[in-house]
């Protein structure tokens, strides 16, 4: 039986929380497990806090993330790693920006894609299924460098 694994992805409105947080759930979907996602959108729309959870495993009952469970915490902007923390396992993993070497990135845009990789080496989630969600979420115009960029940094 797998666990559930909890993943938060926090940033601030604008950076692509909610479509990183998509492309996570449609991954672990398409992979074979029941997933469960919810947002906290705060002022998105005016550069304000955006957090996303993603639970999956065998069976989710719930989308949140309570304090002190996340196996993942994936932040985007680093002035909410604080804000974030409290959700964070003691064993938890935390990804920031400054885990994406700036030249690895050839747009900031692409930020949630690279952490998304990064995170992608630690999930028993096979690649195709990664890349098959990049390509149902993501605009034509940028699939051929996000799919690049994931397979760089996740197999890098």
């Known amino acids: 039986m797998r666990t559930v694994t909890n993943v938060v992805m926090a940033g601030l409105g604008g950076q692509g929380i909610v479509k990183g947080s998509d492309v996570l759930a449609q991954a672990v979907f398409l992979a074979g497990y029941d997933v469960k996602k919810s947002e906290v959108h705060g002022m998105s729309q005016r550069g304000g806090s955006v957090r996303s959870d993603v639970r999956f495993g065998d069976r989710v009952l719930s989308p949140m993330v309570s304090a002190g469970t996340a196996h993942f915490l994936l932040v985007l902007e680093l002035g909410q790693v604080e ?74």
């Open 83 to 156: 804000p974030h923390r409290r959700l964070l396992a003691v064993d938890g993993v935390l990804l920031t920006s400054a885990d994406v070497g700036s030249a690895e990135l050839r747009s900031h845009k692409s930020l949630n894609v690279a952490l998304l990789a990064r995170l992608s080496r630690q999930l028993d989630v096979e690649e195709r299924f990664w890349h098959d969600a990049l390509r149902a979420q993501l605009k034509p115009a940028t699939l051929a460098a996000n799919l690049e960029l994931f397979s760089r940094i996740r197999n890098g």
